[in-house]
């Protein structure tokens, strides 16, 4: 196993150590507030009596399950809680690979950089397959890629980094795809909060038992620090999943579990409503930079981020570096997304210098 | 792979559902109260703005894995912040094991359970290597054990479940071993609080490029539910393991690992002498009982836990249910640790209901 040093700490260090301002536009970390209800039960939490700082249930707080069970129409059995929703999908990948069902896992080009990594860890072989021209799912590319070796597929919708909502249609195109070749189907659908269509359909209304859907609160709740994410698995491969996470983790953590059963509870709808016309609010601004620049975009459907390509400018990293020092704005190479989208640069939208960003991204190119 | 459902559960189950008032010897979680700054800590990391909430360095809190270097006289550079003692004890058996320098694991018998079910999960072969008697090292017995195929030794110190407490010489001996078959040494440590020898010397003063150790805060601080541990690792193994550890997890939880971080500078050493000495009472009482009772043990030097022989009553699932249904006491089936205490029970003593269970004891094996 060789292992790679991640690109985004490269341009973190190197933004980090700059002399000038620069705004971060590398991490997807929300700038905005977690629910009011999250910060209550946290500070209940602890003042409560000490079996309550005790390991937790492996698979998660029972109410917390029973609440995620609820929302997304499932059986409570088949929902594991894990360490953030980057344990679900290593608990998904792994259940693909230990069935002797090959060792070929196909992933869509642009790519999240963690999916291949895992894939690897794994000992599987990650095959990048085409998305279409706005990074929407195209099946028949996915039909032609798979193979007895097919495992495993990996969709990630809302899309991290196009911002592509991909068709409930296509996706169920794809699980038909796995039937054939016995692989099965992980969808992360994290994002799912930050629909900015009001479009998105979550696989698991597919109602098909070979796909694991994975979720989490980091982004919807504006707590990536506090690890709670799920998978929702087929009967035929929960308690497989269950007994990983329990060999690996043994469980997640109870404070973080805590606060979110109760922020789940008693939160509002607008809260998330909120966030949402927040990101929508600076995608239209920032969208309307890139015009002023004479960028190529595709205006994302939902989740954080923009991929964008400026004439003359490709999204190397040498050209974000000298954007980070010029323009005082730092993105993410379009190469760490693999083959794709090369030429491009991702910029996250989660800062409240979105404005300022698209304004230094305009003047700089303007010049 | 095949997955099995730890044995732990099972006893869990029935004695939960158990009729009468049973008393719980199962589980290894601290009864006694965090340390207050803990508590205060985490108090206030609800109050704290939203960047605070977000991913820590994948690697821990910088303030947290300085102060563990320092106490542990390491460099900070390895010390890898863990989802808990058991994700540092998957990363160092990963590392052992990703090398190509064999498949087999020498485990220690008798054995913690999850250890020959994680090694396993990574592809690895568990060898089981016998104790002498009172459980303490035999490096004779690891030495005949050791060969080509060894990549992996583990030893946990002080002990769950025998309460034996590891010569620092006979470590040594096993590290010369493993020089001599290219192993790595993977030493546990998370019980070191509750030496109750005053003899117990961590394997990081042996300063070998062999040693990973492990530890975290789950027993010390009496928050197991908390999921904060850490390994130390070789400069030459602690580029993976933090490798691993972000594809697998990213992170672990911050407000977790802020309350510890604050529980470490500001807890007085009179707290953990304060839960040893709770112990120490404990170990008396219920080894008196186990006197009166006629029972075969080995007194511990370290951890929370006696193992327990009666005579004509060996420690099979079905005894250790008898013993909940007519004593009204739970234990762990001795055959959950390996083969070499298939006859004898584990009773752990972190229920303030300690000596009220030896009595129950007593009562029993003297009718």
Known sequence: MEYEEPKFFHVMQYAGAADGDVIDMVSGNPDWEPPGALREALREYAGLPPDVFQYPP?????????????RRGVDVDRVVVTNGTGEANYLAM???FERDAGDEALLLDPVYPYYPGKVQLLGGKPTLVPTDRDGGLDPDAIREAASEETALITLNTPNNPTGAIYDIDAVWEVVAIADEVDAL????????????????????????????????????????????GYGVFPDDHVFEAKARHMLVNVAGPRPSQYAVTHALAETDPEYFAESRALLAERVDAFTDALDAAGAE????????????????FPGTMENVKRLIDEAGVAGMPGDAFGTARGDWIRFALVTPRTVEAAERLADYFDE
């Open 58 to 70: 492996s698979e998660g707080l029972r109410e917390l399950r029973e609440a995620i069970a609820e």
């Open 94 to 96: 792994a259940r693909a």
């Open 185 to 228: 189907v992980l969808v992360d659908e994290v994002y799912d909060h930050f629909d900015l269509t009001g479009e998105f359909e979550s696989a698991l209304t597919l109602g098909s038992d070979r796909v694991i859907v994975t979720n989490g609160f980091s982004k919807s709740m504006a707590i990536t620090g506090f690890r709670v």
């Open 297 to 312: 975009y595709s205006r994302p459907e939902g989740a954080f981020y923009v991929l964008a390509r400026f004439d003359g």
